[in-house]
């Protein structure tokens, strides 16, 4: 028997063994208050029980170590054991969270400042600012695959030139060019924007890195997807068109914008930064470029896709 039907045989039992009006209309109109009571009282389970769940997840204290974690419970929150839990979670979709990380894709473009609202969630009942679920890594890696597709066939590659350009997009440009960017902004963040440097607060690599994935699929949707459809008719019939060059170099506009602005973001989250206004700093070069590039016709696009053939050769 369920907690609804519980409740409903209560506040019946109630209802009848006081001087309560026995009328039908107040009966049904009893039990349907009844009803919603329990549902009430159903979701409030839920959201005690998923409380539950989660403050298992937190580090927790033995009553004799004055506020310090065990040598177990430490070793739960070391960066190696996130990061073998992490890739160990590759190996087992059914355990990834696919549709929150699709939400996440989507709020990328339109209100970034909610998925990162997430990761302070996650903070406070995981312990741990990075993602523990690789559901976004491995959705970013079938984008990075059909828009790479895509392009191969865009600019009449082969099968093999097409999978060589898979393999360069997926391993150079995406991962070798994350962990580098990660790296960096990881010294940067810790080394110049701490408030106050200690072992307690510090930017987390794998927070790093999930800073460069969330900036990067904008940018490649961007360049790598919305191109295409308009890739033949303005940037490779057309080369010295000024409109030609014009929508091209805007996308790219577009796109690097949102790259520093979302990486922005990300850090301007954690609480114990200041100063990351500086990482907005860039807008000013990439905008200065942007003209220059109009004004002496630069193709950036033209030069992705000779760059992309180059590649493959």
């Not at 209560?10 to 009844?34: K, M, Q, R």
Request: glycine share 4%; net charge positive; charged share 15%.
């Amino acid at each position: 028997m369920g907690l609804r039907h519980c409740l409903i045989l209560a506040f019946t039992f109630y209802y009848i063994s006081h001087d309560a009006p026995h009328d039908t209309g107040s009966f049904y109109v009893f039990i349907l208050a009844t009803v919603q009571e329990a549902n009430s009282y159903r979701k409030r389970a839920k959201s005690w029980c998923f409380l539950i769940k989660n403050s298992a997840m937190l580090p927790t204290t033995s009553p004799h170590s004055n506020g310090t974690l065990d040598s177990r419970d430490a070793a739960r929150h070391t960066a190696g054991f996130k990061r073998y839990k992490y890739l160990r979670r590759l190996l087992h979709f059914k355990q990834m969270d696919f549709q929150f990380a699709i939400w996440q894709m989507l709020y990328l473009f339109t209100s970034p400042q909610r998925v990162y609202r997430n990761f302070h969630y996650r903070k406070q009942t995981k312990d741990q600012w990075a993602r523990d679920d690789p559901a976004f890594l491995v959705l970013l890696g079938i984008w990075l695959c059909v828009s790479t597709i895509g392009f191969g066939l865009v600019l009449d590659m082969g099968v093999v030139e097409t999978l060589k350009l898979l393999l360069w997009v997926v391993f150079v440009d995406c991962i070798g060019v994350g962990l580098l960017i990660s790296t960096l902004m990881w010294f940067i963040t810790n080394k110049y924007l701490l408030k106050q440097p200690s072992r307690n607060f510090d930017v987390e690599w794998g927070y790093a890195f999930d800073v460069h994935l969330n900036a990067f699929f904008p940018l490649l949707i961007i360049l790598h997807f919305l191109q295409l459809f308009f890739i033949n008719h303005f940037v490779k019939i057309n080369l010295d068109w000024f409109m030609g060059y014009f929508v091209g170099n805007t996308t790219w506009l577009i796109a690097i914008s949102y790259y520093l602005y979302i990486t922005f973001l990300g850090y301007n989250a954690l609480p114990f930064l200041k100063n990351t206004v500086v990482l907005l700093y860039p807008f000013a070069l990439l905008v200065l470029v942007y003209i220059l590039s109009l004004s002496l016709g630069w193709n950036f696009t033209q030069h992705l896709c000779s760059f992309y053939k180059y590649r493959v050769q």
